[in-house]
């Protein structure tokens, strides 16, 4: 039952234990504080974890996407197809690299993108496709590798590694999936490339942080691909610091001018520890997901379905549309519900509503789809030091909030 008293609900704090914090203290005490050890171990267990050879860690999801498509030889006069409805991220990365931002709408009532009209949008441009697994949910990846199969005579390669692929290449968006599963295949080893996330709101956080890993089965020469991420991350330097702190071994070279976006080893003992924890916080948080769907089911409300007969979500939002209502009503219970101690949030503005995008001349009633998702969208608390008492407040406050509203 509901109780009584005020509660103060955070939406998204990280899960932090001593242990973590004592890691990190060991790393400041072992003097080796930037990219070292712990980063390369990090790495590794990652690939380990997810099921891939390799996987490169850096500072961010966004470095992690922009330095792929840098690798991968995008950049002016391509195009790269992503969802209007995500964050920014997802497509301003393929702005740094001067390639053109092309965003298809999402598919009625659901948070995916229109397969169809992403087939549409393939042309002799196209160089990547970024689905993203919203939510930590993974998209629909046999469709949309048949997509590309049946638009395959009009990729037009521009290098040596496009040429391996002779098709247009998935980059996944994965900042919230890390750990989900379809198909019986983890996220990470379906897309071409799989970028995700480990900021500090994150399932699995470094406070800043992202990592990069790619298929097995795709030919790549993985020493090279990794050399690329490294030179690419730090500077375009042929050695890091680890490296250089060999006897006699502080020469090095700049082979190109590149960019810094490097992962330290505070961050990476950091994620050591919260790897080590995960599988018991994604039972958390799917037990979490199941009370929301028991209690608001039967109001009516649409929530994304995140465990389902051949797929398993990562469960890193709780997305409930509520029937019925705009943006003003939405807002409405958004104030409510922070009055009643509890933080929420939406996912997402679609993109074509942000200045930004409108000045790059996308305008959201091509979107219209993606903005019936967004206009009765609410995200609610889900996070593993949610109790499951707070569980329960959450749901009464917002079943109590919602008569109020709709009245």
Same mark, same amino acid.
């Given at each position: 039952?509901?109780?009584?008293?005020?509660?103060?609900?955070?939406?998204?704090?990280?899960?932090?234990?001593?242990?973590?914090?004592?890691?990190?203290?060991?790393?400041?005490?072992?003097?080796?504080?930037?990219?070292?050890?712990?980063?390369?171990?990090?790495?590794?267990?990652?690939?380990?974890?997810?099921?891939?050879?390799?996987?490169?860690?850096?500072?961010?999801?966004?470095?992690?996407?922009?330095?792929?498509?840098?690798?991968?030889?995008?950049?002016?006069?391509?195009?790269?197809?992503?969802?209007?409805?995500?964050?920014?991220?997802?497509?301003?990365?393929?702005? %740094?690299?001067?390639?053109?931002?092309?965003?298809?709408?999402?598919?009625?009532?659901?948070?995916?993108?229109?397969?169809?009209?992403?087939?549409?949008?393939?042309?002799?441009?196209?160089?990547?496709?970024?689905?993203?697994?919203?939510?930590?949910?993974?998209?629909?990846?046999?469709?949309?590798?048949?997509?590309?199969?049946?638009?395959?005579?009009?990729?037009?390669?521009?290098?040596?590694?496009?040429?391996?692929?002779?098709?247009?290449?998935?980059?996944?968006?994965?900042? %919230?999936?890390?750990?989900?599963?379809?198909?019986?295949?983890?996220?990470?080893?379906?897309?071409?490339?799989?970028?995700?996330?480990?900021?500090?709101?994150?399932?699995?956080?470094?406070?800043?942080?992202?990592?990069?890993?790619?298929?097995?089965?795709?030919?790549?020469?993985?020493?090279?691909?990794?050399?690329?991420?490294?030179?690419?991350?730090?500077?375009?330097?042929?050695?890091?610091?680890?490296?250089?702190?060999?006897?006699?071994?502080?020469?090095?070279?700049?082979?190109?001018?590149?960019?810094?976006?490097?992962?330290?080893?505070?961050?990476?003992?950091?994620?050591?520890?919260?790897?080590?924890?995960?599988?018991?916080?994604?039972?958390?948080?799917?037990?979490?997901?199941?009370?929301?769907?028991?209690?608001?089911?039967?109001?009516?409300?649409?929530?994304?379905? %995140?465990?389902?007969?051949?797929?398993?979500?990562?469960? %890193?939002?709780?997305?409930?549309?509520?029937?019925?209502?705009?943006?003003?009503?939405?807002?409405?219970?958004?104030?409510?519900?922070?009055?009643?101690?509890?933080?929420?949030?939406?996912?997402?503005?679609?993109?074509?509503?942000?200045?930004?995008?409108?000045?790059?001349?996308?305008?959201?009633?091509?979107?219209?789809?993606?903005?019936?998702?967004?206009?009765?969208?609410?995200?609610?608390?889900?996070?593993?030091?949610?109790?499951?008492?707070?569980?329960?407040?959450?749901?009464?406050?917002?079943?109590?909030?919602?008569?109020?509203?709709?009245?």
């Amino acid at each position: 039952m509901l109780k009584a008293e005020y509660r103060n609900i955070p939406f998204s704090p990280p899960d932090i234990t001593d242990v973590e914090i004592e890691e990190v203290v060991k790393a400041m005490k072992s003097g080796w504080i930037t990219t070292g050890p712990k980063t390369k171990e990090f790495e590794q267990r990652i690939a380990d974890y997810v099921g891939t050879t390799r996987a490169v860690c850096l500072n961010s999801a966004t470095a992690a996407m922009e330095l792929t498509l840098r690798i991968l030889g995008v950049g002016p006069g391509d195009e790269v197809i992503t969802s209007a409805y995500t964050y920014t991220a997802s497509a301003s990365i393929i702005d %740094h690299v001067g390639a053109k931002i092309v965003l298809v709408d999402t598919a009625l009532d659901s948070f995916e993108m229109d397969y169809l009209k992403l087939a549409d949008a393939i042309t002799e441009k196209t160089k990547a496709i970024i689905p993203v697994d919203i939510a930590g949910k993974m998209c629909d990846y046999d469709t949309i590798y048949k997509i590309i199969e049946s638009k395959k005579k009009l990729f037009k390669a521009n290098n040596q590694l496009q040429w391996l692929f002779n098709r247009v290449i998935v980059m996944t968006d994965a900042a %919230h999936a890390f750990g989900a599963e379809r198909n019986g295949m983890k996220c990470g080893q379906v897309g071409d490339f799989t970028c995700f996330s480990f900021h500090a709101v994150k399932n699995l956080t470094t406070a800043e942080g992202g990592a990069v890993v790619w298929r097995n089965d795709l030919g790549l020469d993985n020493d090279w691909l990794y050399k690329q991420f490294m030179l690419y991350s730090l500077h375009g330097q042929t050695k890091d610091a680890l490296a250089k702190t060999k006897n006699g071994a502080w020469e090095y070279d700049i082979v190109y001018p590149a960019y810094k976006c490097n992962m330290t080893d505070i961050m990476a003992g950091f994620g050591l520890i919260q790897l080590n924890r995960y599988d018991d916080l994604l039972k958390k948080r799917k037990e979490i997901i199941e009370m929301y769907d028991k209690a608001l089911s039967p109001l009516g409300i649409q929530s994304l379905q %995140h465990y389902g007969e051949n797929f398993t979500s990562s469960g %890193h939002l709780y997305l409930a549309r509520i029937p019925g209502i705009g943006e003003t009503e939405r807002n409405k219970i958004i104030v409510k519900m922070a009055a009643a101690g509890i933080a929420c949030n939406v996912h997402y503005k679609p993109l074509p509503m942000f200045t930004a995008y409108k000045n790059l001349g996308f305008d959201i009633n091509d979107y219209l789809n993606a903005y019936k998702q967004y206009f009765n969208e609410i995200t609610l608390p889900l996070h593993t030091l949610l109790s499951f008492e707070d569980v329960e407040y959450v749901s009464e406050s917002f079943k109590k909030i919602l008569s109020e509203v709709k009245c």
